[in-house]
Every structure is written in structure tokens, then in C-alpha cells.
């Protein structure tokens, strides 16, 4: 009794540190599995008597599993010995009290078949990449109930130096370590010997010295502009890992310097060079010094504004100038009769100064409907926005996960026809870093979902890649929802207080539910201008966020790629 009850104690610990909580889930078919929920998931149900069911949809409807010798169900755990290609399908497990039943979470199990001239399967595998001459270790990811169960790994389908540890400890990486690592647990049950195996692609690039390189969008930049608007030009250069002191960057405007912005009063309009700046981003270190045209002329159309990066008497230089751009959201034309109709009509003025600024956003929203602008045609982007949100680390409520899975989408993709990138919905398990930067520059936007906990690191390697997008090659603009409040800034990148607040949305919950709010509004203000057609039954209703209907109910946390 004693036994079986150690047993229970070391299966429910195992469970809760490696529940699979994905939606989807990979294994290769002949080895053990098992399917489990965290027991904070219990939800209402957590202090009482309750019974658990697990289920696997067969044509269209769910069906009770009935426990085998192979198929087995402990507590909160359904394990498979071993798994069979047929037991692929959309599982579920409930737990219920008389006729109160509560899905506790839903999974779709795909099982792989084995390829028979190989100890792995190429589409179930991760992948890590690393620069030689740095300490590593790969871990075996653990799905025994046993800490004593026996672990044998291989490179390239041969065994490795007898290594029998769950971690692979490489002190210093060295190019000959690449390869293909699989390590194999043996599980012992009834006299019989199981096993699963996990496989890690390992890719050790060379230490190279990183050649001093100027980041710029491109040579030549022309930047559309109109007269009378501030413009801020953006020299950034790459200065590797640490800061070179012989290193220089300057403005030039047609062959001469410009005056340095301290100590020039403020109102007065000209053309003045910001101090130089550090922003780290990453492990890399870039130099920034801005050069700010405070009311543009005619005349600075016909201007050379010249960026030159120099170490070494090596000189990088980028050319930018300006050009009268297309007509904005506000003409100015508009702009001008409205200040004219003010001089000759104060009290009029005064009024249409406060609704213009009141209703500036509504001003906005309502000129691009009736004009039908589309800022997205020809761009070469395939999204309007990549969703960034907490994913390793979540509230037992959810309130996140559903906000960025099931509001966001609900609101821009269905009502107003935005197509967003979600990493957990969109992009197939097993993604890589190279995912995020290429889904990243797919996007015309980044939407990052701001609340206490985002500090996983693949949200923060998300919002560094974005803060380097928007602020270095002013690529993708970003958005930020602060869903909840942040109470410490000193875990999100330094480089985040440079962006200006007006692009800060924050989530107020009930008064932000209904799609005619401020924070839906401003949200697709900040978004690109797309023709759309609007859902008009529900376009003034509340979001109907309280009951999912017959869709389950779902908690966890998402540890679908690496990164």
C-alpha cells in the first residue's frame, strides 16, 4: 500500500512539471507517453469529490476511453504503453460532479511513424543553435516517473562516449560537436523494458570575429515628408559586442556640419544633431545619434543629409533625403482652411480645435472608411500584425491567453479584416528563432501584450527583435497593449522607453470589452489603414467573453518551440 501510495506522490510530481500543455503534440509511435493536466486545473472542483473522464473524438463526437493494459489512466495522467499510430486523434480529459462537468483541457495527438533506418525521425526533432568556444548542455527531455530509469545517448545514431546523465555537458563547443543527439530512457513496467527518446539537432557555428557593419535600411533613403512637419533621421551603426572609443558617428548636410541640439531653443525652427547614444539589443551593441529637422522647409527637399560611420579611416556613408509624400489621414489643405475659418470665426475655432483633439482618433477612423485607403497594397507583407504575448508562464484565470487567442482575433481578423500572425496558432511546432525574425518581417505591425509576467524568454527575445525593427531599421512599428499594469521595468529592455507613448494601448477590461471603445478604436488607428467591411450586428455589441459555448475550456502554458 505504502508502495503504490509513493508511487502516486512520484507520478502526480512528475506531471506537474512536465505536463504537455501545447495544443498539438508529436511522439513516435512504439514508445511510452503520457497525456496529463497540472492540478491547479481543477479549477472549482479543486476541494471537492469529483470523477475524471478522458475522451477521444471518434467521427465527431466524444468517446469515453476504457482503460487496457496499454492505455491507462492514473489520477490526472493517461499514459500510453506504448503509443500505436491509430491512438492519433483530438483527445480530452473533464472532471465532474453529478451534472456539473467541467473540461479541464484538450489536446491533438499526433503519433510519428518510426523511421525503420534511423533512431529518429526528422520531423520530430529541435533544434539549438550556438558559436563555438562557449560551455552547453543538452537536456533529455524527461517523460519517466522514475529519476532511476537508465539514459543512453547517441550522436548521428551512435553511442556517445557512454554518457548515461540526463544532461549532456559540453564545457567548451567546438564545430566537430555538431550533430544529431538523441537520448533514450529506459522505462521499466511488469517485467517489460520501454522507452522514449528525444532528439536535439545541434549546430555549433564557428566564433568568427564580427566585422564592424552599418545598419541601416538602405542606401540612398528618400522618407516622405510635407513642409512644416518635425522629422527625425536616424543614423544607428554596429559596433559588435563593446563600445570602440576611436569609433565615430556624424551628420553632414551638404558637406557641413549641423548644430548640435543643446542649447538651441526649442521653438526655434532648425536643423540640430542629437548627443550619441548606446542601445544594446541582444548581445550586440549599436551606436545611435539622431538628427532632428524641427520644421521642414521647401528648400530641405534639395539637401544631402549625410550619415557617415567611421573606425579605422574606413568610412560607411548613407545618403537621405526628403520628398514630398502622399496625402496623410489629415490634409493639409483641410488642416489650413479649418485654422483659416478659426481666425474668422473664433468661437467655431475654439470648437473645432476641442473636437478635432477629443475625436481625433474617430476623425481618423471615419476618413479612411469613407476614402477606402489601403496603406497594405504592395508592400510585400503577408501580415498586419505579429501577436506577441506571454506564453511559458501564465494566471490560472488565463485572461491573456484568451485575450491574444480568442478576443484580439475576434475583433481585427473577423470584424475588420486584419490578418494577424500568432506564433502558437499559426506557426507549426517545432519553430526556431529564424521563425520569429522572418514572421516578424512579414508583419506590418508588432502587438506586444505587456502584463506583469512577461518575462519569458522568447517574449522578450520577441520584443528585442521588434524594438530593433522599429528603432534601428524602422521597419515594423510596434504596438504595445498593456494588458495589465507593470509595476517593475527593470526586466524589459532598456530600449523600450524610447518609444513614444501615444503608441501604448491599454486594456481596462469590462470598458474595453465593446468594439466601439477608445481601446479598440485606437488600436486600429495605430494599425495600418486597410479597406474594410464591417460585421454591422455586431459591430456595437459587447464581446461575448463570459461564455464559450460548446467550445472547452482551456488552461496551461504554451512550450511549443525552443527558442
Not at 526533432?125 to 516517473?145: F, P, R, Y
Not at 547614444?277 to 530641405?300: A, F, H, M
Not at 480645435?353 to 479612411?368: G, S, W
Amino acid at each position: 500500500m505504502s508502495l503504490a501510495l509513493l508511487l502516486m506522490v512520484i507520478i502526480e510530481s512528475a506531471a506537474e512539471k512536465l505536463c504537455p500543455l501545447r495544443a498539438s503534440i508529436d511522439v513516435l509511435e512504439g514508445e511510452y507517453f503520457f497525456l496529463c493536466y497540472f492540478e491547479s486545473m481543477q479549477g472549482c472542483f479543486q476541494k471537492e469529490a469529483y470523477t475524471i473522464n478522458w475522451y477521444k473524438e471518434n467521427a465527431g463526437k466524444q468517446q469515453l476511453i476504457k482503460e487496457t493494459h496499454r492505455i491507462v489512466s492514473q489520477m490526472n495522467l493517461l499514459e500510453f504503453w506504448p503509443a500505436e499510430l491509430s491512438d492519433s486523434g483530438n483527445y480530452s480529459v473533464t472532471h465532474s460532479k453529478g451534472k456539473q462537468i467541467f473540461t479541464v483541457q484538450n489536446w491533438t495527438l499526433n503519433v510519428l511513424e518510426r523511421n525503420k533506418s534511423s533512431c529518429f525521425n526528422k520531423n520530430h526533432l529541435t533544434t539549438e543553435i550556438k558559436n563555438a568556444g562557449v560551455g552547453h548542455s543538452l537536456k533529455c527531455s524527461d517523460l519517466s516517473v522514475n529519476e532511476n530509469d537508465s539514459i543512453v545517448w547517441y550522436k548521428d545514431c551512435k553511442n556517445y562516449e557512454n554518457e548515461t546523465e540526463r544532461e549532456l555537458d559540453f564545457k567548451t563547443l567546438r564545430v566537430e560537436h555538431s550533430g544529431i543527439y538523441t537520448c533514450k530512457i529506459l522505462i521499466h513496467r511488469e517485467g517489460k523494458i520501454y522507452y522514449s527518446t528525444n532528439t536535439i539537432k545541434l549546430v555549433v557555428k564557428e566564433d568568427a570575429p564580427e566585422a564592424m557593419t552599418l545598419e541601416m535600411v538602405g542606401r540612398n533613403e528618400e522618407i516622405e515628408t510635407e513642409t512644416g512637419k518635425e522629422e527625425i533621421l536616424n543614423c544607428t551603426g554596429l559596433l559588435a559586442n563593446t563600445m570602440q572609443e576611436d569609433a565615430s558617428l556624424y551628420w553632414l548636410i551638404n558637406q557641413t556640419f549641423p548644430k548640435k541640439c543643446t542649447g538651441i531653443p526649442e521653438k526655434e525652427p532648425s536643423i540640430c544633431e542629437e548627443e550619441l547614444k548606446t542601445l544594446p539589443l541582444g548581445n550586440k551593441v549599436y551606436v545611435t545619434r539622431l538628427l532632428r529637422i524641427k520644421n521642414v522647409r521647401d528648400e530641405d527637399m534639395h539637401h544631402n543629409f549625410t550619415c557617415i560611420f567611421q573606425m579605422d579611416e574606413k568610412p560607411q556613408i548613407k545618403i537621405v533625403k526628403l520628398k514630398k509624400g502622399k496625402t496623410q489621414d489629415l490634409p493639409v489643405h483641410i488642416f489650413m482652411t479649418a485654422m483659416a475659418l478659426a481666425v474668422l470665426f473664433p468661437c467655431v475655432a475654439v470648437a473645432a480645435v476641442f473636437f478635432c483633439v477629443v475625436f481625433r482618433i474617430d476623425l481618423v477612423l471615419f476618413y479612411r472608411n469613407i476614402c477606402r485607403r489601403d496603406d497594405t497594397a504592395g508592400d510585400g507583407k503577408e501580415y498586419d500584425a505579429f501577436v506577441s504575448y506571454l506564453k511559458d508562464c501564465v494566471s490560472p484565470t488565463e485572461e491573456e491567453r484568451e485575450f491574444a487567442l480568442t478576443i484580439l482575433p475576434m475583433v481585427l481578423e473577423e470584424n475588420f479584416g486584419y490578418k494577424l500572425c500568432i506564433f502558437e496558432r499559426d506557426i507549426a511546432p517545432g519553430g526556431v528563432v529564424d521563425d520569429i525574425h522572418s514572421f516578424i518581417d512579414k508583419s506590418r505591425r508588432l502587438i506586444i501584450i505587456l502584463s506583469q509576467n512577461y518575462v519569458s524568454d522568447r517574449a522578450i527575445y520577441e520584443l528585442e527583435s521588434g524594438l530593433h525593427k522599429a528603432l534601428v531599421e524602422r521597419k515594423t512599428k510596434i504596438i504595445l497593449i498593456e494588458y495589465m499594469p507593470i509595476s517593475d521595468y527593470s526586466l524589459l529592455p532598456e530600449s523600450l522607453s524610447l518609444l513614444p507613448s501615444k503608441r501604448v494601448v491599454k486594456w481596462k477590461k469590462d470598458s474595453s470589452l465593446p468594439m466601439n471603445s477608445r481601446f479598440w478604436k485606437k488600436l486600429r488607428y495605430l494599425m495600418p489603414a486597410k479597406p474594410t467591411k464591417i460585421n454591422t450586428k455586431e459591430h456595437h455589441n459587447n464581446l461575448d467573453v463570459g461564455s464559450e459555448g460548446d467550445k472547452p475550456q482551456t488552461e496551461g502554458c504554451d512550450f511549443t518551440a525552443p527558442v
